[in-house]
């Protein structure tokens, strides 16, 4: 790929609502970005595998848990730097935002809410570097929207529990260490726990043949009669609840992280916009170009508006799952489109790995649909507003 | 080892750089400032790596108001030990140089290094004045550094080619590309700058020895002239009228 030459964009001076830690954290991932991220992501992204030299790295920059305590080896930061370390990886690649994500907000969010102080102990610190790499199994062949349906269980054997059944599309599970796996119990009552690699009857088959997130690894989780000892499970959270509570803070995440994604494309767009020739002037001139350049910048400022706010609501613990579905999907909508816009300002150049358009545009298909699809936010938001579901 | 960092702040590489309307002053409405990248990236990074192979300590001195120091604390982000403000504009490079000498003439450094130059105001003046005022040897436009036995090795460049210097501690020099290479903070660091000290020192003797009058900025690159392959005289004409060249 060319070099990365990328400005962001800031139409409303929002620079000056964040704090001075919050910019040094943005601008000291973007930084990390600029030099780890951008000269081989595209490379990898064609060879559809994910770049693992970067672990180390996304560890020291605070990607992994950059709101878990430092007591228990996190950073310790707040929910609007969180959002930006997002943004900031997406604006690189979804992908490498995607394991970011996992690891804090499905693996290590939910060790910290429900494990107990011994799983904290034994799991946060090295989770925080990247010494140990987790993923996060709710996802089933036949249970995607619908995750209470659930068909994977586990019986009760004294000191451990029997695990069996199967997750799907299960992002980082080729590679993970340790997967946060949610399961019924007896009684049908959702629980969640820690299954280590090397746990007799415990496969993870990598999903091959994706044209989205090829730079991410997804798989499979297979539990054959898995003995998990009791002391991985977590003691007190049941039902729905643990799962949904996981992905509420994943998606505010991504929320910020489409973003990233959404300003790669339109700062990309704009400076091609103005170098490329036709009919004697910049492609920039033209009213066409115009109208898509200006309604980017419109739908990029309006949400970086709403993170922002959703952000301040969420430092203060008062930002609902349901304003975080709108949040999530407006944002990678928007995302989406502008991606598809900037792809077709970039001509055929948009098709190539020259520019990182087509990359972000085919990432977007996954992030639109996972962690909830955008059309389960949008029941989301009807359900929160007349009080009727329209789910079932 | 005892090494004292100066470092300025800079309107961030991609500003649009503005004047007030009597163009008497540099308008800083919604600039961002960084460190000035050769403080940042060559005299702060080695001075961290000397420390780290020699152990002693890297503390960083800066001269403005306290706007700036969100900048200082990206130094102590990077791995400075502690930093220093001195609590006034920047007037002058001399200044800067006496203010700076003021503090660090009786802490006993080894070495104080400062960047070849602003990327702003590219005046290249402090590190002189400042081993002046404090009686030591200066060393300019080093790309390398080493120090063993109270002597420091120091390469500079030269025209057409490359110096090696000796000299003993204490001394100033001015580092530049090549010295060492930038770091990006990681997240342990930031965290930890938010408890590092960071002192706020009076001025001591506010002595300027320039003001500047006005400032103009740059002509922008004027557009290119196709002047057609086939039609020589005209470049000719033009090269000697109009750009003045030949
Ligand atoms: C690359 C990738 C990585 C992933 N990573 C993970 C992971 O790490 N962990 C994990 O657990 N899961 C993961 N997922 C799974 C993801 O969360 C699911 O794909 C998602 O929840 C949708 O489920 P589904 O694919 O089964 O689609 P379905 O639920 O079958 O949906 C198909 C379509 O039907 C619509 N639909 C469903 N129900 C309704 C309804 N009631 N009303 C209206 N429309 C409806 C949906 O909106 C969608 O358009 C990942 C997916 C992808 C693609």
Same mark, same amino acid.
């Given at each position: 790929m060319a070099t990365d030459n990328f400005q962001a964009p800031d139409y409303y001076l929002l620079d000056e609502l964040l704090t001075d830690e919050q910019k040094l954290v943005r601008d000291t991932v973007r930084a990390w970005v600029k030099k780890e991220v951008s000269p081989i992501i595209e490379d990898y992204a064609q060879r559809a595998e994910f770049p693992k030299q970067l672990i180390k790295g996304l560890g020291e920059v605070g990607a992994? *848990?950059?709101? @878990?305590?430092q007591e228990y080896g996190g950073p310790g930061l707040d929910q609007v730097s969180y959002g930006l370390i997002m943004q900031e990886l997406e604006r690189g690649d979804s992908g490498i935002r995607s394991t970011a994500s996992v690891q804090s907000s499905l693996v290590m969010y939910p060790i910290y809410a429900f494990g107990t102080e011994e799983q904290k102990r034994k799991y946060l610190p090295k989770l925080a570097t990247g010494e140990l790499m987790g993923c996060f199994g709710l996802t089933e062949p036949d249970h995607?929207? +619908?995750? +209470? /349906?659930?068909?994977s269980n586990f019986k009760d054997k004294g000191d451990h529990v029997v695990l069996n059944g199967a997750k799907m599309w299960i992002s980082n599970s080729p590679f993970a260490d340790i997967a946060v796996v949610w399961a019924k119990d007896e009684q049908g009552v959702i629980r969640g726990m820690i299954v280590e690699r090397g746990m007799a009857g415990f496969t993870t088959p990598e999903t091959h043949g994706k044209w989205s997130l090829r730079a991410s690894a997804t798989g499979e989780l297979v539990f054959d009669n898995v003995k998990v000892p009791k002391e991985n499970l977590f003691p007190d959270i049941k039902g729905l609840k643990g799962p949904l509570s996981c992905l509420n803070s994943a998606r505010y995440g991504i929320s910020w992280g489409a973003i990233g994604a959404a300003m790669d494309c339109y700062d990309s767009a704009l400076r091609y916009s103005k170098e490329r020739i036709q009919f004697g002037r910049p @492609? *920039? /001139?033209?009213q066409l170009t115009q109208k898509k350049l200006a309604e980017m910048i419109t739908e990029i400022t309006k949400a970086q508006m709403l993170t922002w706010r959703l952000g301040i609501l969420k430092n203060e613990n008062r930002a609902t799952p349901a304003q975080i579905s709108m949040a999530k999907r407006n944002n990678v909508h928007m995302a989406l489109t502008i991606a598809r816009e900037a792809r077709q300002i970039h001509g /055929?150049?948009? @098709?190539?790995?020259?520019?990182p358009i087509m990359r972000h545009m085919m990432n977007l298909e996954s992030v639109i649909t996972y962690e909830g699809t955008h059309d389960i936010h949008l029941l989301i938001t009807g359900y929160d507003v007349t009080g009727i579901s329209a789910f079932e | 080892m005892k090494i004292l960092v100066c470092i300025s702040n800079v309107p961030d590489t991609t500003t649009k750089i503005a004047f007030t309307s009597d163009n008497k002053e540099f308008n800083k409405q919604g600039v961002q400032f960084i460190i000035n990248p050769y403080d940042e990236w060559y005299a702060l990074v080695r001075a961290l790596e000397l420390r780290e192979a020699q152990g002693g300590s890297v503390t960083v001195i800066h001269a403005g108001a306290a706007d700036s120091e969100a900048t200082i604390r990206k130094a102590l982000a990077i791995g400075a030990d502690d930093a220093v403000r001195i609590?006034? $504009?920047?007037?002058d490079a001399y200044f800067v140089a006496e203010q700076v000498a003021a503090y660090a003439k009786d802490k006993a450094y080894d070495l104080v290094l400062v960047g070849? $130059?602003?990327? %702003?105001?590219?005046? %290249?003046?402090v590190g002189g004045m400042l081993a002046e005022m404090l009686g030591w040897p200066f060393v300019s436009l080093a790309t390398k550094l080493d120090v063993a036995n109270n002597t420091a090795t120091v390469e500079q460049d030269i025209d057409g080619g490359t110096q090696v210097v000796e000299c003993p501690l204490p001394l100033v020099i001015s580092a530049q590309k090549g010295m060492a290479e930038a770091r990006i903070p990681n997240m342990r660091g930031i965290m930890a700058a938010r408890t590092k000290p960071l002192a706020v020192v009076p001025v001591s003797n506010a002595s300027k020895l320039t003001s500047a009058e006005s400032y103009q900025p740059a002509e922008g690159r004027k557009a290119c002239k196709m002047i057609d392959a086939a039609n020589m005289q005209q470049l000719v004409e033009l090269l000697h009228s109009e750009a003045k060249v030949i």
């Open positions: 992994f *848990g950059p709101y @878990i305590p995607g929207s +619908n995750p +209470n /349906g659930m068909l @492609i *920039g /001139g033209f /055929g150049m948009g @098709i190539t790995g020259e520019y | 609590d006034a $504009e920047p007037g070849k $130059e602003t990327i %702003s105001y590219n005046g %290249s003046l």
